[in-house]
């Protein structure tokens, strides 16, 4: 929690676990931003914020109740979750980008600039409101493939920020993050923030040890990552190259053609920058005598992935254990039934 005085209620909470911003650093550098609602009982807005490592899994960062999705609630969301990853830095956020987040950004607390954080659409979000005003579903449909474009000349194409996204162009894994904790919201406070640290601790542990059993028998990827490298090996065979440069090639895969540059880690079909893997037609360059691991980014690792399930969840002690706690003393909101 941040910024409490001295009062009777409590109007936000704001909450993370240091094993998360501890395995932050080795996930892929990207945030997803949205809310739920609470149900039955409670009325407040839970703001939660999302990532994901090398394997595709989520990996929650931080988490808020607030009243609603205001100015003050995500100002208080964002600024501590600048304080908590004091380290991160040019982390790309795929949000809704409504006002009060577009304004939170830009404020001198948050500071995100500073940190080269980016702040890009989700389409899913820009779909929804466009289908909403002009209910086309034709040229909603066309709208998200532009979005999807790799060289559409628009501000939330890939073409603009694919390199920072990880391909991601929208909040879902922030959805999938809600029908997990689907159960536990209409559940008291205390009971959800128990509930986020419970099901987190039992994903560390699942997932930290199914690594480790993976590099034992001497894995070196996860399995969608192998898969794919093979993948896109067997499609080489069908491009064809002149080697311009030691790391330099054009490639030619009908009807298009390529410029490849490893040592940029760049290709003109922007693919490569999208998701930091080699390609088809980058994967033929290897005859550059280089390797095929340099060109992978090293999220994709199991080594990596490893790191981010590293910090152990320590059990919560006993009451009686307890420092004695020294602050106000709060009450339900008297305007809450």
């Known amino acids: 929690m941040f910024n409490i005085t001295r009062v009777t209620s409590l109007n936000a909470y704001f909450w993370a676990f240091k094993p998360c911003i501890d395995g932050f650093n080795y996930c892929k550098p990207i945030v997803q931003f949205d809310r739920t609602f609470l149900i039955e009982k409670y009325h407040e807005t839970l703001l939660i914020v999302i990532c994901q490592d090398g394997n595709r899994n989520i990996f929650p960062l931080a988490f808020a109740i607030v009243e609603g999705e205001t100015k003050r609630s995500i100002d208080l969301v964002l600024?501590?979750?600048a304080i908590t990853c004091h380290n991160a830095t040019n982390i790309c956020m795929i949000t809704d980008r409504g006002k009060a987040i577009l304004s939170t950004l830009k404020s001198p607390k948050v500071a995100c600039e500073g940190h080269g954080l980016l702040s890009v659409y989700c389409i899913r979000h820009i779909a929804y409101n466009f289908n909403k005003k002009f209910k086309n579903a034709e040229a909603n449909r066309q709208l998200i493939n532009m979005g999807y474009e790799m060289k559409q000349p628009i501000v939330q194409a890939k073409a603009y920020n694919g390199d920072r996204r990880y391909?991601?162009?929208?909040?879902?894994?922030?959805?999938?993050?809600?029908?997990?904790?689907?159960?536990?919201?209409?559940?008291?406070?205390?009971?959800?923030?128990?509930?986020?640290f419970e099901r987190t601790k039992s994903w560390f542990v699942e997932r930290g040890t199914k690594i480790e059993c993976m590099l034992r028998v001497g894995h070196q990827y996860p399995k969608d990552i192998t898969a794919l490298l093979r993948k896109n090996e067997q499609q080489s065979a069908m491009c064809h190259f002149d080697v311009q440069e030691l790391s330099t090639a054009q490639l030619r895969r009908l009807p298009m053609s390529y410029t490849v540059r490893l040592n940029d880690w760049w290709c003109d079909c922007e693919e490569f920058q999208a998701l930091r893997l080699p390609y088809a037609h980058v994967a033929v360059c290897l005859t550059c005598h280089l390797q095929l691991t340099t060109f992978i980014d090293p999220i994709y690792s199991l080594q990596y992935i490893l790191k981010a399930y590293g910090v152990e969840f320590h059990p919560v002690q006993n009451e009686d254990y307890w420092f004695t706690y020294v602050g106000p003393n709060f009450i339900p909101d008297p305007h809450v039934s």
Do not use: F, Q
């Open 167 to 196: 391909d991601h162009m929208t909040t879902n894994l922030v959805e999938c993050m809600n029908s997990v904790l689907k159960g536990a919201r209409s559940l008291p406070i205390c009971a959800l923030a128990k509930t986020t």
């Open 79 to 81: 600024s501590s979750l």
